[in-house]
Every structure is written in C-alpha cells, then in structure tokens.
C-alpha cells in the first residue's frame, strides 16, 4: 500500500532554530505539496512542485521558508530561522500528475512542529 | 477565485441516523470538487470526487456526495452513520479555469457519531 510518508512526525524548537522537514512522495508521482495547517487558518497550501520544479510557492513566507526537492523521492521544507507562529502541523501531499485538474492528492500523516 | 464554504462547524448524529456534511464552492469556471476525512493525528484520506457525469458519486466508506449545479453545491452523504465515522471532514475545489493545480479546502465540519 502506498503512501506518503514525512519526518519527522513531531518536532519541538526554540524560536531562532532552523528546522528541516522531509517528505517522501508515493513513487512515481510527479506532482509534490506543502500544506500548513493551524486552527485558525485552516489548510494553506505553501508550495507545489511538478517533476521536482517549483511551480507555485506564493502561499511561503519567502525571508525564512524554503522548499526543495533533491530528487524524485525526497521533498524538504526548511524554516530559518524559526518562530513561534510557525507552530502548525505541516502536511506533504503527492500526486500522480496524470491529468492535474483531476488528480487526486494524496497526504502524509503530517510535522507536527512547534517552536518555543 | 476559486473558494469553499462549510457552513457547519460541527454536526452531531447518532450512530445508525443518516448522516449529511454540508459544503457549497463558488468558482468562475466549472468545478472539480473533492471530499477528504482526517482523523485525529492523521493526514487527510481521499474520500471521493466528482469531475463530471453523474451527479452522485459515490466513495470510500460508505460515503457519497451529490454535485448540485444550481446550487452550487456538493454535499457528502452516508446512510447510516458510525461511530468510526467520527472525524475532520474537508470539502474541496478546483476551478477548471484557475491557472496551476491550486485545491483550495474549506475549513472544515467536525462529525462527531454518538453511539
């Protein structure tokens, strides 16, 4: 059974640490997304990349947030530095990119991140 | 723009009665909308999505969702609820005419099924 799979699932910082999130997309998906989600703003989407090129990061604080992705199988979100309001559990979701408006995504079990 | 609006932010039901999470999307073009579950400390699971044909699709779990055009609206739906279905439910949209592959979520209708 395939799935999507992130590290850490919890993660607990002092404001100012860099913190490096990683997500492992379902194999042969071609499409990757970074989700945030916090009580207040509900599912934000930060970023969204297709055959590893970022194609829409608009939804990312630019000074301190950064998303890559090395090769096909890994998918790495970075904050530095850290903040407290950047405490949320954040999602990666994949998709396999076989006709976009349609394509289902498919979500890992989420960061839970939080800075003190 | 593309957006969705959950007008419940809870919906309570006991187990066996049907069950209704309500979800209406405004888009300028025609919409592709999905429905997922999250269950707690989990991340979102596919339920079910409506592109186009028929208007009741159905999906995992028992579940379906009718897309209502004139209402601009597209409702999840089970027969008989169980107290497993207890849950985060998310309605989705994507607007055939947006640019780029953005699925824009609702915020979201806590189901709670009491035994």
């Known amino acids: 059974d395939a799935r999507v799979t992130q590290t850490p699932r919890d993660k607990v910082t002092e404001m100012g640490q860099e913190v490096t999130m990683r997500c492992q997309p379902i194999?042969?998906?071609?499409?990757v997304f970074w989700y945030r989600q916090t009580m207040m703003q509900g599912l934000e989407l930060l970023a969204y990349?297709?055959?590893?090129?970022?194609?829409?990061d608009s939804g990312m604080p630019k000074d301190r947030f950064s998303a890559e992705m090395p090769d096909a199988t890994l998918a790495t979100l970075k904050i530095q530095p850290s903040e407290p309001r950047d405490s949320a559990v954040y999602f990666c979701?994949?998709?396999?990119?076989?006709?976009?408006?349609?394509?289902?995504?498919?979500f890992g079990p989420g960061t839970r991140l939080t800075v003190l | 723009a593309q957006s969705v609006a959950q007008p419940e932010d809870q919906v309570n039901v006991a187990e066996g009665n049907p069950l209704t999470v309500k979800c209406t999307y405004s888009?300028?073009?025609?919409?592709?909308l999905f429905w997922y579950v999250q269950y707690p400390n989990r991340g979102l699971q596919f339920l079910l999505k409506?592109?186009?044909?028929?208007?009741l699709v159905k999906g995992s779990y028992g579940f379906e969702a009718e897309f209502n055009k004139s209402q601009t609206s597209f409702h999840l739906k089970k027969p008989s609820a169980l107290v497993s279905d207890s849950a985060l439910y998310f309605c989705?949209?994507?607007?055939?005419?947006?640019?780029?592959?953005?699925?824009?979520f609702g915020g979201g209708t806590r189901v709670l099924v009491k035994p």
């Open positions: 979701a994949s998709g396999p990119g076989t006709g976009e408006m349609t394509d289902t995504q498919y």
């Open positions: 194999l042969g998906h071609n499409t």
């Open positions: 990349f297709r055959n590893r090129a970022p194609l829409d």
């Open positions: 888009v300028s073009g025609n919409p592709y």
């Open positions: 409506y592109i186009t044909g028929d208007n």
């Open positions: 989705a949209v994507r607007d055939i005419k947006a640019a780029g592959n953005k699925l824009t």
